[in-house]
């Protein structure tokens, strides 16, 4: 993989600027003392042990998702699926966070995280099956499936898991089922941790060992022409990878929609909407398909995301400009074009040349 | 005539073109006269490219200027380029395979009627012209997917011309040409050229820079180290000059010694991927202790066959025997394990993952062992010494082992590839193409390493379709024809016209 540069820095900076430009035009044209409502949005994402809490519960699923993304990514497979791993885990984590009555805590959770990353694997394993033994395009094979987990999950929730008789929803989990969650104030939980483990390990097993090595020698790269004919020319099994990546992808994505269920909601209902399984690709490529960077980035974007929840609660501006500010700097970081035209500048190739000595 | 001050088509003065991290053009000049052939010989990332990116505006120098016929130009776009009449032909070609040789000629520039429709009858028309008046053979109505690599050459050259080039770039034409359709294009270049035209030819082949051109101007890292009428100069000054120290252009060995069989193979007949019988039952030895070579023009087996040794393709009847054992059900790993290693033809994307780093590609053949991984931890410690040692022995040049390998000069990914393969001193190594895209000074250091390998008692099977090659480093050769050997013979005692025939299919 290609790594961070000081050009990648400055498109960043860049960005960031003509980002609060359009946001002040926007909030200046819509009425709004944009000073104040920057102010707001800095208060609302990092002020404050309330604010900085509820920041780093966000970041969680997204942490979760990208590692998920990242990986499938690497080995090559351009899975757009996890979002579908997300429900399918989150459900049967719920399931089993109600289902076993009779365990401990620490057992009971493990059990229901482990249920739910299985679940989410096992999601992965059709168009992980279709890709290598039939050449079916894993894209429009885990996009359709996003679509068939809703309807699952909506028609579990509504029919065999259906608890309330009053709303579509299952029963709540048992008290040993659920993930801590650690002040009265915010809803942040155990999950933040085990988010952020998962990344470490993730970047652990791909940068550091021989399982890693042979995972990522079919792709390793955005542009996944799979199967790159190197790792079987090799001798590496690289279908087995593809799969495996694919399976290790499901897995997380499962974890991410177990955390939700077992730290936030502590059930699973018809209306839970997830978008962080989307989301997490546009992260994972912002971090340059770095588990760590995939970390960093979720952090950012779930500041972002709670700075604009804010501003939304306490102002008329509504929430969606967060969505319009983050496309517009996710255009900037995805700008390759712009990076590399960024060369022609004398000074540019001088720091660039300085920041990566220092690297070395 | 010589008193005059001949007239130039190009001058270029101090240009200097600078990358991150290296200088690829220093303060370089470079004249070509009107109507001559001029070649630019040097060896991969002498900056011969990059002078002619920036001829054609792909690149915009840093400093210097460029005049075309006199008058000093800016060309900072290619559309510029052919305003001026610079017409380019890529090493890679950018035809589009469904197109016809016309629509590929025209596109972009097509003729119209009044309508607004495009005037198909003029286009061939205009191309079936200009394609006689330059003898250039190529069917208008002939889809590029069907066409032959020389056609495709062709189609690529008239495209220049249709488009009004008076001054052709010609990047390393012959790379893919076997030595007929070579002929056939120098023939080309010399009526072009009668016909008034000015024709660049870039080349590291100097006998070809002997045969065809006029003058010749060598670079080495990125200067010009001379320039010279072609006739006043030798293919051995021209070596010299540039790698830069004294070359010996034959190989030097003594008499191979093989000793006991290593592979065998028995009447091996492969499928190609359309399902086509590609080797028809085939039946050779490689022994320790000698180099057999396998000549013949591109897609005539070759490709199937190795692919088959090496376990990338299943065979559909006959036996390969290594050391003795079948090992037609192996799986690569388990050959490789056996003790045979494989330099692909297809460096970029079988014998490298361009997308990482140049020490993971280094390490795919040894990685699971210590002291590079223990555990199925990696040592990056161990990794970097051990990678860094390779880069040192076989010359790859690069800022450092942790850059991509896809951000590597061709020569240079040939490097790592060869580094990898032959670290691990295999009882029989398959080489196919091992030069391809290497520039001179290093085709000897990897003929030399080849040799070695022989000497050491260990066998090569080489695969190449330089004709030079294989027929100055293998013992022995065999002539490959439609999937069947037409001949094998001694190298030492058989003469570039009668491998020509036989590569032909013509047995002697």
Known sequence: MEKFSFKDILVLIAGLFITAGVAYAILTVTGFIPTDIAKLFYEGAFVGQRNILNTLNIATPYILTSVATVISFRVGMFNIGINGSMYVGALYAAWAGYRFTTLGHLSHVSLCIFIGMLVGALWMLMPALLRVYAGVSEIISTIILNFVAVLFVSYMCNGPFRAAPIAPTTARILETAELKQYFPNSEFHTGFFIAVFVAFAAYFVLNKTTFGYELRSGGDGLVGFYPSRYSSYLGIPSDRSAITGMLISGAIGGLAGAVIVLGNTRNFYQEMAFNQGFDGILIAIIGKLEPLGGLISSLFYAALKNGGLFVDYKTEVSREIVVILMSILIFFVSAQKIVSSLERFEFVKKLDKFFSRKVK | ?????????????????????????????????????????????????????????????????????????????????????????????????????????????????????????????????????????????????????????????????????????????????????????????????????????????????????????????????????????????????????????????????????????????????????????????????????????????????????????????????????????????????????????????????????????????????????????????????????????????????????????????????????????????????????????????????????????KAVLLISAELDEVMSVADRVGVIYEGEFVEWVDPSKVNQEQMGLYMAGIKG
């Not at chain 2, 000015?198 to 006998?207: A, E, Q």
């Not at chain 2, 070579?293 to 040794?309: P, S, Y």
């Not at chain 2, 393709?313 to 054992?325: N, Y």
């Not at chain 2, 993952?353 to 990685?367: C, D, K, P, Q």
């Open chain 2, 1 to 457: 005539m010589n008193k005059k001050q001949k007239e130039l088509a190009i001058e270029v003065k101090g240009i200097t073109k600078s990358y991150p991290g290296v200088v690829a053009n220093k303060s370089v000049d470079f004249t070509v006269n009107k109507g001559e052939i001029h070649a630019l010989v040097g060896e991969n990332g002498a900056g011969k490219s990059t002078l002619m990116k920036i001829l054609y505006g792909i690149e915009q120098p840093d400093e210097g200027e460029v005049s075309v016929n006199g008058n000093v130009v800016q060309i900072n776009k290619v559309d510029a380029a052919i305003k001026l009449g610079i017409g380019m032909v890529h090493q890679e070609f950018h035809l589009v395979p469904s197109f016809t040789a016309a629509e590929n000629i025209g596109l972009g520039e097509e003729p119209r009627n009044s309508n607004g429709l495009i005037n198909w009858d003029k286009l061939n028309k205009d191309v079936s012209e200009i394609a006689e008046k330059y003898g250039l053979d190529v069917d208008p109505n002939l889809r590029m997917i069907d066409a032959s690599v020389g056609v495709q050459q062709r189609t690529e050259i008239l495209k220049t011309l249709y488009r009004n080039a008076d001054i052709l770039i010609l990047d390393e034409p012959t790379a893919v040409l076997t030595p007929q359709e070579t002929d056939e294009l120098f023939q080309v270049i010399r009526s072009l050229v009668d016909e008034g035209k000015t024709v660049i030819f870039i080349t590291h082949k100097l006998r070809e820079v002997m045969e065809i051109s006029d003058r010749v101007t060598v670079m080495r890292d990125g200067e010009v180290q001379g320039v010279s009428e072609t006739k006043k100069t030798s293919v051995k000054e021209l070596a010299n000059l540039m790698v830069g120290r004294e070359v010996f252009l034959q190989v030097k060995k003594e008499k191979s010694k093989p000793t006991d069989v290593v592979l065998e193979v028995k009447d091996l007949w492969v499928h190609d991927a359309r399902g086509l019988v590609a080797v028809k039952g085939v039946n050779f030895e490689v022994a320790k202790g000698e180099i057999v070579g396998i000549a013949g023009v591109d897609g005539n087996g070759q490709t199937e066959l190795v692919e088959a040794l090496a376990g990338l393709r299943d065979t559909s009847r006959g036996e390969i025997l290594f050391e003795g054992k079948n090992i037609e059900k192996n799986s690569p790993r388990q050959r490789r394990r056996e003790g045979l290693a494989h330099i692909p033809e297809d460096r970029s994307n079988t014998g490298l993952n361009v997308r990482l780093a140049i020490w993971e590609n280094l390490i795919g053949t040894s990685y699971f062992r210590s002291p590079l991984s223990r555990g199925g931890i990696v040592s990056m410690k161990n990794i970097l010494r051990h990678s860094n040692e390779l880069r040192e022995t076989f010359d790859i040049r690069s800022p450092g082992v942790t850059i991509r390998a896809g951000s590597l000069s061709g020569g240079n990914q040939q490097k790592v590839v060869v580094a990898r393969e032959l670290s691990e001193e295999p009882a029989l190594t398959i080489a196919s193409q091992p030069t391809r895209g290497v520039d001179i000074g290093n085709i000897e250091a990897i003929h030399e390493q080849i040799v070695e390998i022989r000497d050491s008692g």
